[in-house]
């Protein structure tokens, strides 16, 4: 495939006579930002290599040393916008198609390598955190910053924040805080730190693995070697290191309260004040979201959290405030996004509910 392909295929030989696919995304201008073309690429591709019994181990990152992928194609769903009120098929297919690539990171079989170096964010966010072993470096920053654009963290957000420690997903949604590769780690969104000078004897020791295709055994030999090149020492987390301030503030029994408890909580430290103050000057629609997401995702399964995910999506899409959020941040770029709701206690009793309701006839992911 053509270097100048937005996504770029490789199969690796090892010495096992098995290879490792690896998928790069390459939209370096774009921060490697997940458009639509690229993400029917990648589906097509794991799907077939899945099925190839030449491919044990799959490997995914981005061009270039800025991002892994920094999120969806927003300013494309930007141009796309209908009035609102008003269903837009790009979106729900763009959605569609990204959730179910997302679900089959989640339930791949075979051992699937993220190698997080850079910026992972939103969509960045839903392809690494499926994937078995995901790997961060001293240059990783991850966030899900929807409360400034008046979206909500999805990509399976609903599912991996909500199986963090403490109230530490609660916070990162509702603050869009920016986590480094220590943070990652400790909330459970990453697996391993390797330094990201040693990429490619990692990859070279990875081909002199003897990977068999059974899958349980080459998850284990993928396990050990990159468990052996990651150091003793990583960097610190300052979210641990926030850890029960985090757990205080955000233990409200109402969104309310949490929002309250954050604010008197900004003169805690510098990290908390720079987290609180996004919390602060984001939407409030997109905070009663989070809140709303968490509460009702936490028994549900993967698949149901992608269908209620779509959903919400694309009623997001059918209301004013995503839009104005990103124009005001990504195609204007005034930074001054005029929100609906500016506080929570401001929204009405009832409204968020219209972001669970189902606006198809029927559900694209139904059969997930």
Same mark, same amino acid.
Not at 46 to 51: D, K
Not at 71 to 77: A, K, L, N, P, Y
Not at 97 to 100: G, K, P, Q
Not at 188 to 192: E, F, L, R, T
């Given at each position: 495939m053509?270097?100048?392909a937005?996504?770029?295929?490789e199969?690796l030989p090892?010495e096992?006579?098995r290879v490792?696919? #690896?998928a790069r995304l390459n939209?370096q201008?774009s921060? *490697?930002a997940?458009s =639509? ?8 591709q794991?799907? +077939?290599? +899945?099925?190839d019994?030449?491919v044990?181990?799959v ?10 992928c920094?999120?969806?194609? %927003?300013?494309?769903?930007?141009r796309?916008?209908? $009035?609102?009120g008003?269903? *837009?098929?790009?979106?729900?297919d763009? !959605?569609a198609?990204?959730?179910?690539l997302?679900?089959?990171?989640h ?5 699937l390598i993220?190698?997080?170096h850079?910026i992972?964010m939103?969509?960045g966010?839903g392809?690494?955190?499926?994937a078995s072993?995901?790997?961060v470096?001293?240059?990783t &920053?991850l966030a899900? $910053?929807?409360? /400034?654009i008046? #979206?909500?963290?999805?990509?399976g957000g609903?599912?991996f924040? *909500?199986r963090t420690?403490g109230?530490?997903?609660l916070?990162a949604?509702l603050t869009?805080v @920016?986590?480094n590769?220590?943070?990652?780690l !400790?909330m ?5 730190f390797?330094? +990201?000078?040693r990429r490619?004897a990692?990859l070279?020791?990875l081909?002199a693995?003897? =990977?068999?295709?059974?899958a +349980? ?7 050990? =070697?990159?468990?052996?090149?990651s $150091?003793?020492?990583?960097?610190a987390s $300052? ?8 757990n205080?503030?955000?233990d409200?029994?109402t969104l309310?309260e949490?929002g309250e408890? #954050?604010l008197?909580? &900004?003169?805690y ?5 720079r987290?609180?103050?996004t919390?602060e000057?984001?939407c409030?629609? /997109?905070a009663?979201?989070v809140?709303e ?5 936490? @028994?549900?399964?993967?698949?149901d ?5 779509? %959903?919400?999506?694309v ?13 005001? =941040?990504?195609?204007?770029k005034d930074?001054?996004p005029?929100f609906?709701?500016h &506080?929570?206690?401001?929204v ?5 509910d219209?972001?669970?309701? #189902?606006?198809a006839?029927s559900h694209?992911l139904?059969d997930?």
């Open positions: 053509s270097t100048d937005p996504v770029v295929f199969e090892c096992s006579d490792i696919g #690896l939209a201008r921060l *490697n997940l =639509l073309p690229m993400i029917h690429l990648l589906h097509e794991l799907t +077939a290599w +899945a099925a019994e030449r044990a181990c490997w995914l990152e981005g061009a270039g040393e800025k991002a892994f920094a999120g969806g194609d %927003i300013v494309e769903m930007y796309s916008m209908t $009035p609102v008003e269903r *837009n098929a790009f979106i729900e763009y !959605f198609s990204e959730y179910r997302d679900h089959l990171i339930v791949y079989e075979k051992p993220c190698w997080a850079g992972v939103g969509g966010m392809l690494m955190q499926g072993q995901r790997v470096t001293e240059k &920053k899900m $910053p929807e409360i /400034t008046g #979206l909500y963290p999805d990509v609903s599912f924040l *909500n420690p109230k530490t997903g916070f949604g869009g @920016h986590l590769a220590g943070d990652a !400790f459970g969104m990453a697996d391993v390797i330094h +990201a000078e490619d990692v070279s020791a081909q693995l003897s =990977l068999s295709g059974d +349980a055994t080459d998850h284990a030999l993928v396990h050990r =070697l990159l468990r052996e090149a $150091p003793q020492e990583t960097p $300052p979210v641990r290191e926030h850890f029960d301030d985090i205080r503030v955000c409200g029994a309310v949490v408890a #954050l008197h909580s &900004k003169g430290s510098d990290w908390m004040q987290a609180v103050s919390f000057r984001g409030a629609q /997109t009663w979201l809140w997401q968490l509460r009702r995702a936490r @028994h549900l399964s993967l698949g959290v992608f269908r209620m995910e779509w %959903i919400m999506s009623q997001c899409a059918m209301h004013p405030d995503f839009r104005e959020g990103v124009r005001a =941040l990504l195609i204007e930074g001054a005029q609906r709701y &506080k929570p206690e401001e009405p009793v009832g409204y968020i219209g972001f669970f309701e #189902l606006p006839a694209p139904a997930l």
